[in-house]
């Protein structure tokens, strides 16, 4: 089956304007993430979806981060007012959800390039 | 809270010798621990996972780790080293409490391999 997909692949926008970016998670997966990857900064987690619980927003770097899960499947990661700190990878990954939620594997999605010039 | 060191960000082999890459976790539960790999310009696949059960892991692409609680480790290892593993590796750590299963992501390190 489709793996995680995200959309575009690639994206350069210009200082203080708003950028969208899609991830469609496997299908089936209740579990959702969004992490952004900085040079040299490793992964960094930004939010989390399950289910219809409400999101954990904990690791959004500001208040011009925003994310949204329609239907228990899309999501739309939006950045407004870019700034060029915001200039990474933003990768999504899904995963099933059992007992322990922890120990499930994550599948990640090929990421987004975000260029802010 | 829980935490990733991976000391160093490069690693060099030749090819056909040993790999090592450490990884080092902090947390105040019982830890689940994760390696990933990164292909250039590719999402993360998982390497191998430990979830409480045998503290040796064994993954894809010959790969395996050893859970040490004593040492709070889950260094990943493979014998020969082949040039299809250069790559970006990522130890991760988890837990299975509460709702929040997010993963905590070391710094990543690159391993090349020379041949």
């Known amino acids: 089956g489709a793996g995680v997909s995200q959309s575009p692949s690639n994206k350069v926008t210009e200082k203080g304007k708003d950028v969208e970016l899609r991830c469609d998670p496997i299908?089936?997966?209740?579990?959702l993430y969004w992490y952004r990857q900085s040079l040299g900064q490793g992964l960094e987690f930004l939010i989390y979806?399950?289910?219809?619980?409400?999101?954990?927003k904990s690791g959004l770097p500001s208040d011009r981060f925003s994310a949204e899960r329609t239907g228990g499947s899309v999501s739309t990661l939006t950045i407004q007012r870019t700034q060029q700190e915001d200039s990474a990878v933003y990768l999504c990954?899904?995963?099933?959800?059992?007992?322990?939620?922890?120990?499930?594997?994550?599948?990640f999605g090929p990421g987004t390039r975000l260029t802010v010039l | 809270a829980q935490s990733v060191t991976q000391l160093g960000s490069h690693v060099s082999v030749s090819e056909g010798a040993l790999v090592l890459l450490r990884c080092n976790y902090s947390?105040?539960?019982?830890?689940?621990l994760f390696w990933y790999v990164q292909y250039p310009n590719q999402g993360l696949q998982l390497l191998l996972k430990?979830?409480?059960?045998?503290?040796l892991v064994k993954g894809i692409n010959g790969f395996e780790a050893e859970f040490k609680k004593s040492e709070t480790s889950f260094h990943l290892t493979k014998p020969s080293a082949h040039m299809s593993d250069a790559a970006e590796y990522f130890c991760?750590?988890?837990?299975?409490?509460?709702?929040?299963?997010?993963?905590?992501f070391g710094k990543g390190i690159t391993l090349s391999v020379r041949p």
């Open positions: 990954a899904s995963s099933s959800r059992g007992l322990a939620g922890g120990r499930n594997e994550q599948f």
């Open positions: 299908s089936g997966h209740t579990a």
């Open positions: 979806f399950q289910g219809n619980s409400a999101p954990d």
């Open positions: 947390s105040s539960v019982p830890p689940y």
């Open positions: 430990y979830t409480s059960a045998a503290t």
């Open positions: 991760a750590v988890g837990t299975a409490t509460g709702a929040n299963s997010k993963l905590t």
